[in-house]
Nanobody, 123 residues
Framework: QVPVVESGGGSVQAGGSLTLSCTVS????????MAWYRQAPGKSREAVAG????????GVADSVKGRFTLARDSAKNTIHLQMNRLNPEDTAMYYC????????????????WGRGTQVTVSS
């Protein structure tokens, strides 16, 4: 069983919206320190948004601030990334990460990674 599973990717036109979901199947891990990353072809991996349980804050990358929001459903060990006003630069494989040790949502070391879900935005 894959411990971290993403869903919700797809193809949309510029200006459209998608919601990505990520569920952790290991109850002891929970969804307190989870994050979304993305990687476009030929580019390095980029942290998109995540939770910091230490200070109870949500972080969002500057590149998506004002367009992407992050929420969680603790009862289901799930987090959701709502992506609005998508543009072609958002095209990437989106990965969910969980069970962080050290650091913050954008630079911590995550023990668990999903297999990714593709988001494609056409102009």
């Amino acid at each position: 069983q894959v411990p971290v599973v993403e869903s919700g990717g797809g193809s949309v036109q510029a200006g459209g919206s998608l919601t990505l979901s990520c569920t952790v199947s290991i109850p002891s891990v929970g969804n307190r320190d989870m994050a979304w990353y993305r990687q476009a072809p030929g580019k390095s991996r980029e942290a998109v948004a995540g939770f910091d349980s230490g200070n109870n804050k949500i972080g969002v990358a500057d590149s998506v601030k004002g367009r992407f929001t992050l929420a969680r459903d603790s009862a289901k060990n799930t987090i959701h990334l709502q992506m609005n006003r998508l543009n072609p630069e958002d095209t990437a494989m989106y990965y969910c990460a969980a069970d962080r040790s050290g650091g913050w949502w954008y630079d911590g070391r995550y023990r668990l990674w999903g297999r990714g879900t593709q988001v494609t935005v056409s102009s």
